[in-house]
């Protein structure tokens, strides 16, 4: 059986952790390779380094911490922000990431996640939707009331944003994502903005909505806080594997306490090497 | 008698010529390192991530070298192809390298060589990822893809059963059956041969995730991704050889 995966996001700017991870016994909390280190022995199944240096010229830093961590920690590495070329991609892969996550670039351009997947395989990219709740009322007139609208029929979707959040665009997540799918895309890194950073839980309606909609792995985002937020996401939401940041980087919750739990609740999870459920 | 080939810089050892084309076959090193051990080649031919495989070998106490260069492939002790990306794309890269000749040459001198993701898959007959074609044709079968009822790429922690053959070979020493090792992968292999297969994995369907014929060994996940057990499992790799 395939297992469910916990996935520990490290947000890396000019090649530091921001924030700092708060583990007892790490010495150098801005360390990514470093915090890489410990996450690889609390047995995280995946690790995923988003680059949020705002400067090209700096993104050289992002390949050597990618070069130092794939020297120490054999597991595997996503990385994304800011990849833009087949360039960026061949160098990261390279300096030793497995996989490789886009966003801005893929709604700026779709066909970059066609060549994309022609020349690295699906399985190598990874398509990161930053996705928000939108209303959409569209009024409607009853005859002889002249011009009032009189009604609203509130429709909902979730609009993707671009630019680390920062921008809106025209594309519809759930659409997008079926879009990215047939394009080539091998999972999808879905983030809820509307969750991200409130530890209310995952966003299971628009998860649920998405695994529904698609047949490629989801990774979920945004909102986790405790541990029966895991559970619901990857059972409710029908994600695939479940991402995490401050919860884990603050020892709020730690891997090897969340996989027991999971375990304990019927979820296939791994420990260490071994089976540990079944 | 043979006028001896020299290749400079080279000590060649158990060479043999083919009479019909004059290709060398050999095994050989550096004379700077004659007395030492050759390195395990890892070949480089434009795809994927050979960096994880090379830091794991070397962790393991082994020593590498990423190479596309057909002399050091053959004069290794060791030969590892290693690969993610279209099937395609790979066979067209070799042949263009003419590693595809070289690898041939390499199994049949009895070297350890191992397959790892694509490079397993690429040791089939066929496969049919963005049209049919022809792989390297040292083992019988396919690359098929995953049925559609699937959700593809099979990407993740995965558990792989030994087969009565498997719990015969030395590189799954040490690891107990039903440990987990990291795939991602749309395609996998299908052997003719019940023989050849060491290992098998349950993705909703069975699958085979380990392969072996004499020297020639393949697996589909990435042992380099693979935390304790993977390392393990290449560790078993480099001492195939000792």
Redesign the interface.
């Known amino acids: 059986?395939?297992?469910?995966?916990i996935i520990p996001c490290l947000d890396v700017d000019k090649g530091r952790v921001v924030k700092g991870v708060n583990f007892v016994n790490i010495r150098d909390a801005g360390d990514p390779v470093e915090a890489a280190c410990l996450y690889?022995e609390e047995?995280a199944?995946?690790l995923v380094f988003l680059d949020i240096t705002a400067s090209h010229e700096d993104r050289q830093i992002m390949l050597d911490v990618v070069?130092r961590t794939?020297?120490v920690a054999?597991?595997?590495l996503t990385v994304g922000g800011g990849i833009r070329t087949l360039e960026d991609i061949e160098q990261l892969?390279?300096?030793?990431?497995?996989?490789i996550s886009i966003n801005t670039a893929a709604a700026n351009r779709p066909a970059f996640v066609k060549e994309a997947a022609?020349?690295?395989?699906?399985?190598?990219i990874v398509v990161a939707i930053d996705a928000k709740k939108h209303y959409i009322k569209s009024g409607f007139k009853t005859e002889g009331v002249g011009d009032l609208i009189i009604g609203y029929q509130a429709q909902e979707f979730w609009k993707v944003y671009i630019h680390g959040g920062r921008t809106p665009t025209d594309l519809d997540a759930l659409q997008w994502a079926k879009k990215v799918e047939e394009l080539g895309a091998?999972?999808i890194l879905l983030t809820s903005m509307d969750r991200d950073g409130t530890k209310d839980g995952y966003d299971l309606e628009l998860t649920k909505s998405m695994s529904d909609l698609i047949?490629?792995?989801i990774i979920a985002s945004g909102g986790a806080g405790k541990l029966e937020h895991f559970f619901e996401v990857l059972t409710l939401g029908g994600a695939?594997?479940a991402l995490a940041a401050s919860l884990f980087h603050y020892r709020q919750l730690s891997i090897p306490q969340l996989k027991q739990y999971l375990h304990a609740k019927g979820i296939t999870v791994?420990i260490?090497?071994?089976?540990f459920s079944e | 008698m043979h006028k001896l080939p020299t290749i400079k810089g080279y000590e060649l050892v158990n060479f043999s010529i083919c009479e019909i084309c004059g290709y060398i076959d050999c095994t050989g090193r550096k004379f700077s390192e004659v007395g030492k051990m050759a390195p395990i080649a890892i070949i480089d031919y434009g795809m994927?991530?050979?960096?994880?495989v090379q830091?794991?070998i070397e962790?393991l106490g082994g020593t590498t070298i990423i190479t596309n260069s057909p002399l050091k492939i053959i004069t290794a002790s060791a030969v590892i192809l290693p690969g993610?990306?279209?099937f395609k794309?790979a066979m067209a890269q070799l042949k263009k390298l003419q590693l595809d000749t070289i690898i041939h040459r390499v199994i049949e001198s009895g070297k350890p060589f191992l397959g790892i993701c694509?490079g397993m898959q690429l040791l089939f007959n066929k496969s049919y990822e963005?049209g049919e074609c022809e792989g390297l044709n040292i083992l019988y079968g396919d690359v098929r893809k995953f049925p559609?009822t699937l959700?593809?790429?099979?990407?993740?922690?995965?558990?792989i059963q030994s087969t009565e053959y498997g719990t015969r070979i030395p590189l799954l020493e040490g690891i107990?059956d039903?440990?987990?090792f990291?795939?991602?992968?749309?395609y996998y292999v299908n052997p003719e041969d019940d023989s050849v297969i060491m290992a098998m994995t349950?993705?909703g369907i069975k699958f085979t995730s380990m392969v072996c014929k004499e020297n020639v060994y393949g697996c589909q996940f990435?042992p380099?991704?693979?935390?304790?057990?993977?390392?393990?499992l290449l560790e078993n790799f480099v001492n195939v050889h000792l």
């Open positions: 059986m395939l297992a469910k995966r690889d047995g199944d995946e070069k794939a020297e054999f597991m595997p892969l390279r300096a030793g990431a497995d996989r022609q020349r690295f395989g699906s399985q190598c091998g999972e047949n490629i792995p695939d594997a791994r260490w090497g071994c089976r | 994927g991530n050979l960096r994880s830091k794991a962790k993610v990306g279209a794309d694509l963005y559609e959700k593809i790429p099979h990407i993740g922690w995965n558990t107990p039903n440990s987990y990291y795939f991602v992968h749309s349950d993705y990435h380099e991704k693979s935390q304790t057990m993977g390392l393990r």
